[in-house]
């Protein structure tokens, strides 16, 4: 079964510090890894997807096959990247198409 | 652009009682989830449809039922409210898992 694993509940740093959020996933086939956020009051929407290999709002993530990982970093954080963080793992192939696993979720708090 | 829709946003039922959370969405997706988010357990999957007339069970889908009678909407259905069911519900849709989910504003729900 696919597992979706983010260690840490809570993360605290201050603004122009860098910041990790860590996540850790086990899956048989080739993974399709997603970061999402929901800042309050706000839906929870898309942040950045492995395949792209793109950078959104200052954050990056590398899929690291051989460590099971997926970590989002941002070298400099804001105030405003103070959210909830999600990663998740999508399921390919068959009527399991498109389903994402969700980790538990990380609170980051960027203080002034 | 409405995107997705869900009502109502805040229910409090009694044990017992039964309700639909309704959510529609505008896009033309075939896919369409609903999840249920518990704090410090992420999101996890009740049901899933990948096209109209086709639904599936996700991880959680004990007390609930699901119907997809058109590609727009996806109703959940809660027979015999639990408090084990108050919980915070977003359904979501989309159109390929490399698009991202469009999430609903989510549905509070307290069971007493």
């Known amino acids: 079964a696919q597992r979706v694993t983010q260690p840490e509940k809570l993360l605290s740093v201050f603004k122009g510090a860098p910041v990790e959020l860590k996540c850790n996933y086990s899956?048989?086939?080739?993974?399709?890894l997603f970061w999402y956020v929901q800042y309050s009051r706000q839906r929870l929407q898309l942040l950045l997807r492995?395949?792209s290999r793109e950078s959104i709002k200052g954050f990056t993530a590398d899929l690291n096959k051989g460590e099971t990982s997926f970590h989002l970093k941002k070298p400099f954080a804001q105030e405003e990247d103070s959210a909830m963080y999600y990663c998740?793992?999508?399921?390919?192939?068959?009527?399991?198409?498109?389903?994402?696993?969700f980790g538990q979720g990380t609170i980051l708090t960027v203080h002034p | 652009n409405a995107g997705v829709t869900q009502t109502p946003k805040f229910r409090i039922l009694k044990i017992g009682q039964s309700m639909t959370l309704q959510c529609a969405q505008d896009?033309?997706?075939?896919?369409m989830y609903w999840y249920r988010q518990d704090p410090g357990m992420g999101l996890k999957l009740i049901y899933y449809?990948?096209?109209?007339?086709?639904?599936d069970k996700g991880e959680v889908p004990n007390g609930y039922n699901v119907s997809r009678s058109t590609t727009e909407d996806f109703p959940l259905r809660l027979e015999l409210a639990a408090p084990s069911q108050t919980s915070v519900y977003f359904c979501?849709?989309?159109?390929?898992?490399?698009?991202?989910?469009?999430f609903g504003s989510g549905t509070r729900l307290t069971v007493v």
């Open positions: 979501a849709s989309t159109a390929g898992t490399y698009y991202g989910y469009t």
């Open positions: 896009m033309n997706h075939n896919y």
């Open positions: 998740a793992l999508s399921s390919r192939g068959g009527t399991s198409y498109g389903k994402l696993t």
């Open positions: 492995h395949i």
């Open positions: 899956y048989s086939g080739s993974p399709e």
């Open positions: 449809s990948v096209g109209a007339g086709i639904t």
